[in-house]
């Protein structure tokens, strides 16, 4: 992956407020793969007596590293070299259906979310993802379905 699509990844994921809220970083940039990373904090448990990530983090993350995904490809694909030629590609990108299979309980310290784009049309993009906690652990998985055009 070019050097100015990681750059601008970054402009764009690390201005969101809810990410800095939340604590979510961009982890691996890579065309084929990308993921996110977050510390547990006390914010984001859903359960206090067993210290378990909240279900709407998961989903969350899992929404979020999904689109991600799909962005990357959508400036790889068309060669994208600054925001202002970012814009108009990702100007209406957006989750039309998630779906999350919650796998085991969110326990972790830290947690990695990853995506693959498993398709891309004109239209819509189809994205697995999953997210592991720092033993490896894999807490859920998802499928998402974003418009990109």
Do not use: C, W
């Not at 979020?64 to 209406?92: K, Y």
């Not at 999350?100 to 498993?118: E, H, K, M």
Request: glycine residues 10%; charged residues 20%; negative net charge.
């Amino acid at each position: 992956m070019q050097d100015n699509i990681r750059d601008l990844i970054h402009q764009i994921l690390d201005n969101i407020p809810f990410n800095q809220h939340v604590g979510i970083k961009v982890g691996e940039l890579e065309s084929h793969e990308v993921s996110i990373v977050f510390d547990k904090k006390p914010e984001l448990i859903g359960n206090p007596m067993h210290e378990i990530l909240h279900g709407g983090m998961i989903s969350t993350s899992l929404d979020l590293v999904g689109g991600l995904m799909t962005m990357v490809t959508m400036l790889d694909e068309n060669n994208i070299q600054t925001l202002e030629e970012a814009v108009p590609h990702i100007r209406n990108l957006g989750t039309i259906d998630l779906r999350v299979d919650y796998i085991r309980p969110g326990r972790g310290n830290s947690f990695r979310a990853t995506a693959q784009v498993l398709r891309k049309g004109s239209k819509i993009a189809v994205a697995r993802m999953e997210l592991h906690n720092d033993s490896g652990d894999l807490i859920a998985v998802g499928t998402g379905t974003y418009l990109v055009g």
